[in-house]
């Protein structure tokens, strides 16, 4: 009885990334009643994710749409924008509440189907223009670019994304506060969400009379390309309606090649998440007129001084499958090691997302979240064999092992509420045998990397276009105004 229990309540949540909830998870009465999704569904993330690549596997297609590396840095980017939420306290939830308050016009019963539906079409059609913006609005970008960063397109891409979305965009769904209850909102807004994890995937190719309603793999991958045909389509959330009726709809074509134009070239999470918000500000300076200035900010990224709004697209090469991913191989003990201390460090971040720290603090949270941080960045050098990474990763490990024994705000039982226990004893000999593990291979001079090969994604259809196309490295940009070059993609 518990074991069929247990598959139920799976499929239950397994529900929840198809946006299907039973009638008792989504009509709340109350803000704070509301469950958790993402966090029900990670079990579900997991195994999709494992279940996909088996899928590759079988098809011969692994290497070229998975990489470990790039799913670990995906996820990591997952994990980063989840503190920052933490951290930043939800201030789209909080500010949405604040205008419900006090200027809502009328409100809708939080009870009611017709309120579902309601609330369901306008959250849609909101990230329709959210997601809009985010590619034609270049601040914007700076932050979304994260989610299009990777060259790789497989179900662990979903998890990559901007700790700076939600800041930058939540008061688009301001006026929806006008009259749907924030519980309401809520929902719909995690759910909306949770619906384009598994669209995020080369396994599924057309899924019938629905591809003319839904957002499907296939329509996604296209918003994801570089291939001249794809930019600027299919921004849809749930309902691929909104894109065919304001014009930025297109069929898959040709196969899709991943990315962005200015590719970011590393597995360091805070390059990846704020090297292009660095690249606006300095491009901003360099103007010499505030009209100029303000078009950095509020025109595509692909604009510079006479230039159309969103750029020229005949400014970029018309790429095609297959393409050189930038992908440094490093030895196969240093793609393990990241791996595994990332699921380790999976713990850290269940502590904090509890918030079980002492007294619950700001400052508990904010100097575990730190850790976090430095040990993804860390966890990023390995992946790409930069030799300064062993030396960080023992001064990570050390760290661990000292701070836990003699800080308070990092003991187990602050942040787990139990100590001296087997989980205990288990992190502790894993760090311990991590640290002897990686000065032995200090001692020994053993190099991360194996060479600077990049991979090579090949076609995964036949009388595919044989050319290899470089993506345009990092250094080759002009550094005047690199935008000639690079315009946005999604």
């Known amino acids: 009885m518990a074991v069929s229990q247990l598959i139920v309540d799976q499929l239950k949540k397994l529900g929840y990334l198809f946006y299907a909830a039973p009638p008792e998870d989504i009509f709340v009465e109350k803000l704070e009643d509301k469950k958790a999704f993402s966090v029900e569904v990670i079990p579900a993330f997991v195994i999709l994710i494992v279940l996909e690549q088996l899928c590759n596997w079988w098809e011969n297609k692994f290497s070229a749409r998975f990489s470990a590396n790039d799913a670990v840095t995906s996820a990591a980017q997952g994990m980063i924008m989840e503190i920052g939420g933490i951290l930043t306290g939800g201030i789209g939830i909080l500010c949405y509440v604040w205008v419900h308050e006090n200027y809502r016009v009328a409100e809708l019963p939080w009870d009611s189907w017709s309120t579902w539906l309601v609330t369901f079409l306008a959250v849609d059609f909101?990230?329709?223009?959210?997601?809009?913006?985010?590619?034609?609005?270049?601040?914007?970008?700076?932050?979304?670019?994260?989610?299009?960063?990777?060259?790789?397109?497989?179900?662990?891409?979903?998890?990559?994304?901007?700790?700076?979305?939600?800041?930058?965009?939540?008061?688009?769904?301001?006026?929806?506060?006008?009259?749907?209850?924030?519980?309401?909102?809520?929902?719909?807004?995690?759910?909306?969400?949770?619906?384009?994890?598994?669209?995020?995937t080369q396994v599924i190719e057309r899924i019938g009379p629905l591809e003319y309603i839904l957002n499907t793999p296939s329509h996604h991958r296209v918003h994801h390309g570089l291939n001249r045909y794809c930019l600027d389509k299919n921004y849809a959330g749930v309902l691929i309606i909104w894109d065919r009726m304001f014009g930025t709809f297109i069929a898959e074509g040709e196969e899709v090649v991943y990315g962005v134009t200015k590719p970011v070239k590393t597995f360091d999470p805070f390059q990846t998440q704020f090297d292009y918000l660095k690249y606006i500000i300095k491009r901003f300076r360099r103007q010499k007129t505030w009209a100029s200035r303000f078009g950095v900010l509020f025109k595509g990224p692909g604009w510079s001084p006479g230039k159309p709004r969103l750029g020229n697209v005949e400014d970029l090469e018309d790429v095609h499958a297959p393409t050189t991913v930038w992908n440094p191989e490093v030895a196969s003990w240093i793609a393990f090691y990241g791996a595994f201390h990332f699921?380790?460090?999976?713990?850290?971040?269940?502590?904090?997302?509890?918030?079980?720290?002492?007294?619950?603090?700001?400052?508990?949270?904010?100097?575990?979240?730190?850790?976090?941080?430095?040990?993804?960045?860390?966890?990023?050098?390995?992946f790409e064999g930069r030799e300064r990474a062993k030396s960080l990763e023992v001064v990570r490990v050390v760290f661990y092992l000292a701070a836990t024994q003699i800080l308070p705000v990092f003991s187990f039982e602050s942040r787990f509420g139990r100590s001296r226990g087997a989980f205990e004893l288990s992190m502790l000999t894993i760090h311990a045998l991590s640290l002897l593990f990686i000065v032995i291979q200090i001692l020994k001079g053993r190099p991360l990397k194996k060479s600077n090969t990049l991979s090579v994604k090949q076609a995964n259809y036949p009388g595919a276009n044989g050319r290899i196309n470089t993506c345009i490295p990092r250094e080759t940009v002009d550094e005047e105004d690199p935008t000639e070059k690079a315009t946005k993609t999604e």
């Open 126 to 200: 909101g990230y329709y223009v959210v997601h809009r913006a985010a590619h034609e609005v270049n601040i914007f970008w700076a932050a979304h670019q994260v989610h299009h960063s990777s060259e790789y397109y497989n179900l662990s891409t979903a998890l990559r994304q901007s700790v700076l979305q939600e800041q930058l965009t939540f008061f688009f769904y301001l006026p929806l506060a006008l009259f749907i209850p924030p519980q309401v909102y809520a929902i719909h807004k995690e759910l909306n969400l949770l619906f384009q994890f598994w669209i995020h």
């Open 343 to 382: 699921l380790v460090l999976a713990a850290d971040y269940v502590a904090i997302a509890n918030a079980k720290v002492v007294n619950g603090s700001f400052y508990d949270l904010a100097l575990q979240a730190l850790y976090v941080f430095f040990s993804l960045t860390v966890i990023g050098a390995l």
